[in-house]
T-cell receptor, first 113, second 115 residues
Framework: QQQVKQSPQSLIVQKGGISIINCAYE??????FPWYQQFPGKGPALLIA?????SEKKEGRFTISFNKSAKQFSLHIMDSQPGDSATYFC????????????FGTGTQLKVEL | NAGVTQTPKFQVLKTGQSMTLQCAQD?????MYWYRQDPGMGLRLIYY???????DKGEVPNGYNVSRLNKREFSLRLESAAPSQTSVYFC??????????????FGPGTRLTVT
């Protein structure tokens, strides 16, 4: 049962362009939505996170946009750089859920020169 | 501050063998987790421990057991390994933030192959 659906599976963006990764969720009890970045051979690392009481959160070149009514959230990477090439995972968790994260299936991003 | 450490980094097992994956964190976190990562499936929770002395099943617990040895250590045991358990295993721990979110920090992973 896929509670968090992520797209696209892979993405190629030119250096300086905008990378956009989308996620949709089904469970309206989710109230915390983090994004993780994973480089080959490494563990995932927390990139940015949002709660549903705000529609947007920005940290440097990374922005989360959140649409509560559509049950969707997305990651935007502005001015994408080759060093951003990695796999990105969205995730969600709920209050009282034992702090458990439900992950999307991941997006492999490649930023080309 | 090493964060979350995992041993071993790589392991090859034959079907039916057993082994224990070790995880330790030095961040004084209460909660710890074990995930497996398979291509195209993201990370799936195997077991978690909300605090020392407690453990609970996640999404894919069959074939695994866990022990929360103390606040620092959380081990994952495969009693009789199967080829379907070939995967990359990640341990994580989490801290509670000011807005009651739980940020999870991951270890470097153990790549397990079962032949």
């Amino acid at each position: 049962q896929q509670q968090v659906k992520q797209s696209p599976q892979s993405l190629i963006v030119q250096k300086g362009g905008i990378s956009i990764i989308n996620c949709a969720y089904e469970n309206t009890a989710f109230d915390y939505f983090p994004w993780y970045q994973q480089f080959p051979g490494k563990g995932p690392a927390l990139l940015i996170a949002i709660r549903p009481d705000v529609s947007e959160k920005k940290e440097g070149r990374f922005t989360i946009s959140f649409n509560k009514s559509a049950k969707q959230f997305s990651l935007h990477i502005m001015d994408s750089q080759p060093g951003d090439s990695a796999t990105y995972f969205c995730a969600a968790s709920m209050k009282g859920g034992g702090n458990k994260l439900t992950f999307g299936t991941g997006t492999q991003l490649k930023v080309e020169l | 501050n090493a964060g979350v450490t995992q041993t071993p980094k790589f392991q090859v097992l034959k079907t039916g063998q057993s082994m224990t994956l070790q995880c330790a964190q030095d961040m004084n976190h209460n909660s710890m987790y074990w995930y497996r990562q398979d291509p195209g499936m993201g990370l799936r929770l195997i077991y978690y421990s909300a605090s020392e002395g407690t453990t609970d099943k996640g999404e894919v617990p069959n074939g695994y057991n866990v022990s929360r040895l103390n606040k620092r250590e959380f081990s994952l045991r495969l009693e009789s390994a199967a080829p379907s358990q070939t995967s990359v295993y990640f341990c994580a721990s989490s801290r509670r933030t000011a807005d009651n979110s739980y940020e999870q920090y991951f270890g470097p992973g153990t790549r397990l192959t079962v032949t």
